[in-house]
């Protein structure tokens, strides 16, 4: 979430963020911790304390994993996000990048120990928030100058990173464009503007090849079994606060790059909406309850109904289905609810502080 957007609204927004796990993406095998969940903690803004947990398989949890990792140092900033790669032929992702801002910067980290091996900085990154690969290469969406970003003519950008060097390669310009979430798919990436309406496609090299219209204010976007792109749209262009907390979802075909399927009045929450995916169906949050939506017939239906906290984050696991929840708050350590896939309680377990994403380690 923005620089400005999260200190001076702080208090009049909690939005249901990212880190959805695609299917696509290059699952993390047992490492150091072995098998169990990576927690991501965004952190308080004023503070700069985004963290990572591990759940461990025996229910252990271990809330200084990076820092007993990298001397004692933290992930520095407030965590937008986290993605594995790899840059083998295999499907094990063996790194890590870690997307923070209020300390812009992508950290590359070790999967297996959590250790970081390179850092992109400021000003090669300027407000950060997801990150995607294509082979060799490493693209993370930038909202750039805060002082635009929030304007009619926003100056968002990617930076580019060499995957094998770990270095910052150039940045590539994205007129009139608030990029946020990016996957990438049939070897292009697909990025939302949600500064408008539509997800903008590039090539591997870098170049625009497709522009798509979907609905208002596109924001996090996964891929699912089928490898089609789905984005959810919160429908709230440039911060309207019109009180609407219902989104469209709309299905990308990457072989056409053109709309397959749009899916209306998804309760999302609004700015900074969290999915996920597990099994053709996607999950979404709002308030304190989780919604999902089938998507072989668009059905919509409630799965939990009034948890006792706000909800933040949202992930499935991709072996059994369990669905995991996390608490908005920021003043102190957020409380992880590990439930089944029918939404009973499991187990409860406390994480650092604003938990918005899982990574599951297989």
Do not use: C, H, M
């Given at each position: 979430m923005k620089k400005l957007y999260r200190f001076s609204?702080?208090?009049?927004?909690?939005?249901?963020?990212l880190t959805a796990c695609n299917p696509s993406d290059p699952q993390v095998v047992s490492g150091k911790y072995g098998k169990g969940v990576l927690v991501i903690n965004e952190g308080n803004?004023?503070?700069?304390?985004?963290?990572?947990?591990?759940?461990?398989?025996?229910?252990?949890?271990?809330?200084?994993?990076?820092?007993?990792?990298?001397?004692?140092?933290?992930?520095?900033?407030?965590?937008?996000?986290?993605?594995?790669?790899?840059?083998?032929?295999?499907?094990?992702?063996?790194?890590?990048?870690?997307i923070t801002n209020n300390q812009d910067q992508a950290v590359i980290a070790d999967a297996d120990t959590l250790k970081a091996v390179a850092i992109i900085r400021s000003p090669e990154v300027v407000n950060p928030q997801a990150f995607a690969a294509i082979g060799n290469r490493g693209f993370v969406t930038n909202w750039g100058a805060i002082s635009q970003a929030f304007g009619p003519n926003p100056t968002g950008f990617l930076t580019e990173i060499d995957l094998r060097t770990r270095t910052f390669v150039r940045k590539i310009n994205l007129p009139n464009c608030r990029p946020q979430g990016i996957v990438s798919a049939n070897n292009k990436l697909y990025v939302a503007n949600n500064h408008a309406n539509t997800v903008l496609?590039?090539?591997?090299?870098?170049?625009?090849?497709?522009?798509?219209?979907?609905?208002?204010?596109?924001d996090k976007l996964l891929v699912d079994n089928n490898n089609k792109v789905w984005v959810i749209c919160?429908?709230?262009?440039?911060?309207?606060?019109?009180?609407?907390?219902?989104?469209?979802?709309?299905?990308?075909?990457?072989?056409?790059?053109q709309t397959e399927l749009s899916i209306p009045n998804v309760p999302c929450g609004g700015f900074n909406s969290k999915i996920a995916f597990h099994n053709g169906k996607i999950y979404s949050i709002r308030g304190k309850k989780v919604f999902v939506v089938d998507t072989n017939n668009s059905q919509i239906s409630e799965l939990i109904n009034n948890t006792d906290f706000a909800l933040?984050?949202?992930?499935?696991?991709?072996?059994?289905?369990?669905?995991?929840?996390?608490?908005?708050?920021?003043?102190?350590?957020?409380?992880?609810r590990r439930l089944s896939p029918s939404g009973s309680l499991i187990r409860e377990y406390q994480a650092g502080r604003g938990t918005n994403g899982f990574i599951f380690y297989r």
């Open positions: 609204l702080w208090f009049l927004f909690v939005a249901g963020i803004f004023t503070e700069g304390n985004g963290s990572l947990s591990f759940i461990k398989e025996n229910d252990e949890v271990l809330n200084t994993v990076f820092e007993d990792e990298n001397n004692g140092s933290p992930v520095g900033g407030i965590i937008q996000s986290v993605r594995g790669y790899n840059l083998g032929l295999g499907v094990n992702a063996d790194k890590l990048v870690l496609v590039y090539g591997s090299d870098g170049n625009l090849v497709q522009t798509i219209v979907v609905a208002d204010s596109p919160n429908n709230e262009p440039d911060f309207s606060f019109s009180g609407n907390d219902e989104g469209t979802l709309v299905r990308i075909n990457p072989a056409t790059d933040y984050g949202i992930g499935v696991n991709p072996q059994n289905g369990e669905i995991y929840i996390g608490e908005a708050t920021f003043t102190q350590n957020s409380r992880v």
